[in-house]
């Protein structure tokens, strides 16, 4: 059974930063792309940041770029999302999806809230 774990998220002040991590299990990770997705309330799921298998491959959105990164252990089973600089309009449910590709992942996570407020 594919599951996909998140954690690290919380309350933080704009301008702060928090580091989430996700732990797979049920799937060869190694040979996964891995992803960060997110869903603000009353918004659309928004694609986040996309690590290849190796973490060779890091992409992320355009309007993310310098504030967001990326990574992975392989050991672990773990994959990662930095986040600093957290501005309100990143409150949202983050939720780290494998399988399949933007939008159609064939597994999600349950997210782990980040509410950016002061």
């Known amino acids: 059974e594919v599951q996909l774990v998140e954690s690290g998220g919380g309350l933080v002040q704009p301008g702060g930063s928090l580091r989430l991590s996700c732990t797979a299990s049920?799937?060869?990770?190694?040979?996964?792309?891995m992803s960060w997705v997110r869903q603000a309330p009353g918004k659309d799921l928004e694609w986040v940041c996309q690590?290849?298998?190796?973490?060779?491959?890091?992409l992320c959105a355009d309007s993310l770029k310098g504030r967001f990164t990326i990574s992975r252990d392989n050991t672990l089973n773990t994959v990662f999302l930095q986040m600093n600089g957290l501005k309100s309009e990143d409150t949202a449910l983050y939720y780290c999806?494998?399988?399949?590709?933007?939008?159609?992942?064939?597994?999600r996570g349950q997210g782990t809230q980040v509410t950016v407020s002061s």
């Open positions: 999806a494998a399988g399949g590709a933007w939008p159609n992942y064939d597994y």
């Open positions: 690590i290849s298998g190796r973490g060779f491959i890091k």
């Open positions: 049920g799937f060869t990770f190694a040979s996964a792309s």
